[in-house]
Nanobody, 115 residues
Framework: QVQIVESGGGLVRPGVSLRLSCAAS????????VGWYRQAPGKQRELVAA???????NYADSVKGRVTISRDNAKNTVYLQMNTLKPAETAVYYC?????????WGKGTQVTVSS
């Protein structure tokens, strides 16, 4: 059973930075692709950033240049560094890991960007 726990969300003002963390309990974490998604109220879940097992990142166009995904395979942890946050990025942020073709999700962490 793969368990995923996100943390680091909160209420922040526009323009500030935030770093989310995702801890996954899975063997051989380093060989799996990981990703961060977000879902705003009334909208579909969308990809924010993903990283291959080798760490090659892929970003949504809307966050390129402001967001960095990274992974620490020794800690089974994925990070999402978000800079210059915007109110429109208020959402629940979810971590995903695909293990042998099965997607596993955490419960999410709320990020609210508001003045």
């Amino acid at each position: 059973q793969v368990q995923i726990v996100e943390s680091g969300g909160g209420l922040v003002r526009p323009g500030v930075s935030l770093r989310l963390s995702c801890a996954a309990s899975v063997n051989m974490f380093s060989i799996y692709a990981v990703g961060w998604y977000r879902q705003a109220p009334g909208k579909q879940r969308e990809l924010v950033a993903a990283a291959t097992s080798g760490g090659t990142p892929n970003y949504a166009d809307s966050v390129k240049g402001r967001v960095t995904i990274s992974r620490d395979n020794a800690k089974n942890t994925v990070y999402l560094q978000m800079n210059t946050l915007k109110p429109a990025e208020t959402a629940v942020y979810y971590c995903n890991i695909r293990v042998v073709g099965i997607d596993y999700w955490g419960k999410g962490t709320q990020v609210t960007v508001s003045s």
